[in-house]
Structure formats: structure tokens, C-alpha cells
């Protein structure tokens, strides 16, 4: 689902983010991308996302190769990839329901699917009965479980999370790390970038390492 192919990414000023990166995760599987600080995890997260381009190699998702895709078919690919944020990028001035929506609307899809699809998606996240509550009256894990329904609300086949745990104490994180794994069993590719080691050890999951922009280790299971 996910291929990088000798990929590299070389920034303005000779800064070289990501270097020669070999890996592949299949459709269904859930796994960590990890690293220090400056490590190259968001530049590999905004290739996949074509925020980035990169510099050599090849990144393929879903059998599509990016390198050479045509600007006018990026909003496609983007529709199938699912972003989940540390800091969740909700809009405090719409209700739960309404920031779900938003990638549904952008679409275009019809109304009456919208709201069938929005009350499955906070079903999913245990959320169904705050559809109309306001993001801020929320806590910060049940925001973060709005920031995952909007991500998955038109079913991506990718799931990519930036930190989703970063604020959140330990419990709070196993039950956002369980949605992630009931999204990896219905056949979603999730890849996920944080700094917790000991969340990391205790999911047992394949798990990509970078250091300096190279990848050194693909330790785990899958």
C-alpha cells in the first residue's frame, strides 16, 4: 500500500531530510515511525501526504507512483490518505458534527449521505451521542477521537498520525491506540509517527527508525 524506493529528500540550503529510504507497508498493517527530533519523520509523512516531493527514488501509494503525479490529481490521492494531528486542527466555532463533515463537503457528497457517514464515524470513536456539542466543551482525548472521525469519515485507505498521543496520559492513549488497531483489521494501512517508546514497545508492532534522515532500524512485527 505504502512503498518508499531509494527515496530522499534534499532541501534548499544543502539540508538533506531523508536519505536513500527503503520500505514497504502492506494494505492492513499498523505501524510506528520513530526517531529523534530533526530525525526526518515529517518529511516522510508530507511525501506520503505530497506536501513534499522527493529529490530521488520512488514513493508509491496504493499502486500510484507521486513522484510525477500531476498537481491537478493531488486533491484525489489526498482524499484517500486520512491525517490525524497532535493538536487535533479542530474549528471551535462548529460543532462536532460540522468538523467531521468538512471533508465530506469539500467532496461534495450528498447531504444525506454526510450525515449518515458523520454518525458512523463518531460511532466509531464513541462519540455519537456529542454530535452537537462543541469541540471546546470536549476533553483533550475525546477531541483528539473527533480529530480521527473527520480523518476516516470518507474511508481512507491510509491512515497517517502525527503524534496523536502527544498530549494525552497513558490511558487515554491505549484507547486511541485501539481505534487505530480497529482500523488496521478492516484492511487500513496506519502509520504512526511519536516519540512514546514505551507505547511503542507495549502495541508490539513493526516499527520504522530514523536517525539523521536514514532509516536504521524496521524491528517489530507487523
Do not use: C
Not at 503525479?69 to 490521492?77: A, G, S
Not at 498530549?167 to 480497529?182: C, G, H, T, V, Y
Amino acid at each position: 500500500m505504502i512503498e518508499f524506493e531509494q527515496v530522499s529528500k534534499r532541501y534548499d540550503g544543502d539540508h538533506t531530510a531523508l536519505k536513500q529510504v527503503n520500505f514497504q507497508l502492506a494494505r492492513g498493517e499498523l505501524a510506528f515511525l520513530t526517531g529523534h527530533s530533526g530525525a526526518g519523520k515529517s518529511t516522510l509523512l508530507k511525501l506520503i501526504m505530497l506536501m513534499e516531493r522527493p529529490s530521488a527514488g520512488r514513493v508509491v501509494v496504493g499502486g500510484q507512483l507521486l513522484n510525477t503525479l500531476p498537481k491537478r490529481q493531488v486533491p484525489y490521492i489526498r482524499r484517500h490518505i486520512g491525517v490525524v494531528f497532535q493538536n487535533h486542527q479542530l474549528l471551535f466555532d462548529r460543532s462536532v458534527f460540522d468538523n467531521v463533515a468538512m471533508p465530506l463537503e469539500v467532496m461534495g457528497t450528498p447531504a444525506g449521505d454526510i450525515g449518515r457517514r458523520v454518525r458512523a464515524a463518531l460511532d466509531k470513536v464513541g462519540l455519537l451521542s456529542k454530535e452537537k456539542m462543541n469541540p471546546i466543551q470536549l476533553s483533550g482525548g475525546e477531541q483528539q477521537r473527533v480529530g480521527i472521525a473527520r480523518a476516516v469519515v470518507n474511508k481512507p485507505p491510509v491512515l497517517l498520525a502525527d503524534e496523536p498521543t502527544g498530549n494525552l496520559d497513558p490511558a487515554l492513549s491505549a484507547d486511541i491506540m485501539r481505534l487505530f488497531e480497529q482500523f488496521s483489521q478492516v484492511g487500513v494501512t496506519v502509520l504512526i509517527a511519536s516519540h512514546d517508546i514505551a507505547l511503542i514497545d507495549n502495541m508490539q508492532r513493526r516499527t520504522l527508525t530514523l536517525a539523521d534522515g536514514r532509516l536504521v532500524s524496521e524491528g517489530g512485527v507487523s
